[in-house]
Structure formats: C-alpha cells, structure tokens
C-alpha cells in the first residue's frame, strides 16, 4: 500500500509536465506550480479536516464528522483502518487517499489554464476541495456513505475523481472565459509523452492500489487498467488518422489517459476482455467529446473531454460490464444479471455527482471573483510566468 501511495504520488509531477508540454512556452511555470503546490497545501487540508470530513464517521451520510480525525488526533502507528478485510494501519489508508485528494483538484487546472491568478487559485483549491472533492469521498467510498449505501460503485474514482473534476473544470472555463491567444499549440511534445508516462506508470497504484490489500482483485483491477489503456490509445491513433489524415504521438498519449480515466471506476469489477472494450468506447466518446467542446469553449486541456466524459461512461459501464466472477462482493451488471438496476443506479449517481460539482464551481468562483478578480488581466496573459512568478521556463 506505501509503494501504491507512491505511485499515485508521482502522478501529480505526471500531470505537470504532461499539461507543461501541452501549454505555450510562457505558461509553463504556472501550470506545473498549479500541479506542485497541490502537492504541499492540499496536503495539509487533508491532515487537518478533510480525512474526517471523508472517512470520519458520518453525520448524514454526506461528510463525515470534522472532529475525528481532526490534525489526525487520537490517531497512533496502531490504529487500524477496518474498511477492507485485511485492515491495514489508518496512516497508511490516510496517506493513500490523500494522494487522489492531491492530484483531483490539480486534473482542473488545465481548464483554465494561462488565465486565473494564483491566490484566487489557493482558495479555489481549498473551498472545492472541502465542499467538493470530500463529501463525494465520504458519499460514494465510506461505508454509511449516501451513495455507498444505496448500491453504487466507484472501485478507484470514476465519480469521485474523474467526473467531479471534469464537470468542475467545464464550469470554469465558461466562468473564466476564452484565452486572449486560444490557438497557443503544445511547446513541448516530449514533455507530454513523459508525463503521460508518469501517468500511466503510477495509475497501476491507482487502480490496483484501490483493493487495499493483495488479492485476485488487486491483479485484474491491474490488467484491466493496462488493457483498456493500450486498447484506447490505439483506438484514439485509428481515429485521428482517418480524421486528420496523420498519426499523432499526442493523440496516442492523451487516448490512454482516456482509456485510463474511463477503466478507473470499473476497474476492480470487469474481466479483462471487458476492459478492452471499454477502452474502445472510451476513444471513441472521448474524441467526439473533446471536438465538439473545442468548438464552443475553451476548455484549454480538454479536461471535461477526457477526464469528465471518462469518469462519466466509465461509471455507467460498470453497471454494464460488473461480473461477480471477477469481484464476488462487486455487483452484477446488466450482461451477468439481465438487470438495469445498477446501471441505473451509476448513471444517477454521475449525474448527481457532475451537478453538484458544477454548481458548487461556479459557485465558488463566484463568490471568489467577489473578493478578488479570478481572472488575470488580458494584458498579461501571454506573459503569465514572468508576470505572477517571475520565473520562466527557458531562458531566452
């Protein structure tokens, strides 16, 4: 479990030099220091209330009780975490899940990149990450949680990360608005293979990690990642070829984490041939989703196309695909059982999930913009390193 926490600890770094390759050359500082100071002050958050306000015990089934775990008091190498069958110590569980808190609110960030200011960012990342990201953790992953109770599933962050950070990063950029330099093309194509390197490499603790204990589950949930990755980045390459008549190195990376983002919910429930189809699909929507966004918002990474719109059909297909053979206390999709009722069941769930997230961004900006301006002035925009840092990424 520490070397999972690992893992999903190197995605973050993944993410900034994956969305630094994919910004203009004067906006790579900005981007990746979005992705790194994550990394130390969600952290905190995470220390002080958002482990408890996620998997304390629950108030109403939405958040859990600020009080329990509140700077991880009452809290000793001894304590043990008892919501996996094995039990394992609740500092390990604690480091675990505050690597997704840390790399969620970074996957927003490339909406808006190049044009919001960094200390509207700080408090961004903390009201979203506490009105948010935690009673979703709390609701879909804590035992009494509204949704967990109910029936729905999300084996490694389907809705929890992936939708609620794509329809959270939809919301600000028709909050924030268009670049002033919206057709800026990636500086640095090595940089993005690399960080989709990283991100490939440390989703295996992501996905696999989400067992909490080495099990068959833990091997498959391992396997169907890779599968659906290698099946979706093929499949984006297929179709950007017929479309744009070449073969693109960042359109293979980006359909892998497509193919990633949409296999993480389903992950732990679905066979392996299950898996590859669900890649398939994931190119398929993706790439549709991502061409149509373009053409009306400036969602500068395609953060909604890929992550959102992953999270969302990942979700749903687990109540397709979920076979109690490769999960005996997973349920049963509609090809094992005949049933609709835990499709219904994820499709409600992404819907309630992508609409709180929404709201509560635009909300959160809203309020923000009111104290201090969101957005960077135009005029600096395409000076943004320099401007709000004074650091630049290459010496010219």
Same mark, same amino acid.
């Given at each position: ?26 906006? *790579?500082?900005? +981007?990746?220091? /979005? ?9 905190? %958050? ?14 109403? =089934? ?27 110590? %609740?500092?390990?569980? $604690?480091?675990? /899940? ?56 999300? @084996?490694?962050?389907? +809705?929890?990360?992936?939708? #609620? ?9 028709? @909050? ?20 989709? &390197? ?10 696999? =990690? ?14 169907? #990642?890779?599968?659906?990755?290698? $099946? ?5 390459? @297929? ?28 992950? &732990?429930?679905?066979?392996? /041939? ?17 061409? %149509? ?14 992550? &959102?719109?992953? &999270? ?33 069941? /994820?499709?409600?769930?992404?819907? @309630?999930?992508? *609409? ?6 635009? $909300? +959160? ?32």
């Amino acid at each position: 479990m520490l070397l999972c926490t690992s893992l999903v600890m190197l995605m973050t770094p993944g993410l900034a030099f994956f969305y630094g390759g994919l910004v203009s050359k004067k906006s *790579v500082v900005t +981007i990746m220091f /979005q992705s790194f100071v994550s990394m130390g002050w969600v952290a905190i %958050l995470w220390f002080i209330v958002g482990y408890s306000l996620s998997f304390g015990p629950t108030l109403n =089934g939405i958040v859990g009780d600020p009080r329990a775990y509140f700077f991880l008091n009452n809290v000793g190498p001894n304590t043990m975490y008892t919501g996996n069958e094995g039990g394992i110590p %609740l500092l390990v569980h $604690f480091g675990y /899940q505050m690597m997704f808190a840390v790399i969620t609110p970074a996957l927003i960030t490339g909406a808006f990149a190049n044009r919001v200011k960094f200390i509207p960012y700080l408090i961004f990342l903390t009201l979203w990450i506490l009105l948010v990201y935690c009673p979703f953790v709390h609701m879909v992953w804590s035992p009494n949680g509204l949704l967990a109770k109910w029936g729905v599933v999300d @084996f490694a962050g389907g +809705i929890v990360v992936h939708a #609620t950070a794509g329809l959270a990063a939809l919301a600000s950029a028709i @909050f924030v608005g268009k670049r002033m330099a919206s057709s800026d093309k990636s500086h640095n194509i090595p940089y993005i293979a690399l960080g989709a &390197g990283l991100l490939w490499f440390g989703w295996y603790g992501f996905n696999a =990690g989400s067992e909490l204990q080495v099990n068959t589950i833990t091997v498959s949930a391992f396997i169907t #990642t890779d599968i659906a990755a290698a $099946f979706a980045a093929v499949t984006w390459m @297929f179709i950007e070829t017929f479309h744009t008549g070449k073969p693109k190195l960042v359109g293979l990376v980006t359909g892998a984490v497509a193919g990633l983002a949409t296999i993480t919910p389903a992950s &732990g429930y679905v066979s392996i /041939q299950s898996a590859a189809l669900i890649g398939i699909i994931a190119s398929l929507v993706c790439y549709v989703a991502v061409f %149509l966004v373009r053409k009306h918002l400036d969602d500068a990474l395609d953060v909604f196309g890929v992550h &959102g719109v992953g &999270g969302i059909i990942g979700s749903i297909l687990v109540g397709v695909f979920a076979a109690t053979l490769w999960n005996h206390s997973g349920p049963s999709g509609l090809l094992e059982s005949g049933s609709f009722a835990q499709v219904g069941k /994820q499709f409600t769930a992404v819907i @309630f999930a992508g *609409v709180w997230s929404f709201i509560f961004t635009l $909300f +959160i900006l809203w309020i923000i913009d009111k104290v201090t301006p969101v957005r960077l002035a135009s005029a600096d925009e395409s000076e943004i390193d320099s401007v709000v840092f004074g650091e630049n990424a290459y010496n010219e």
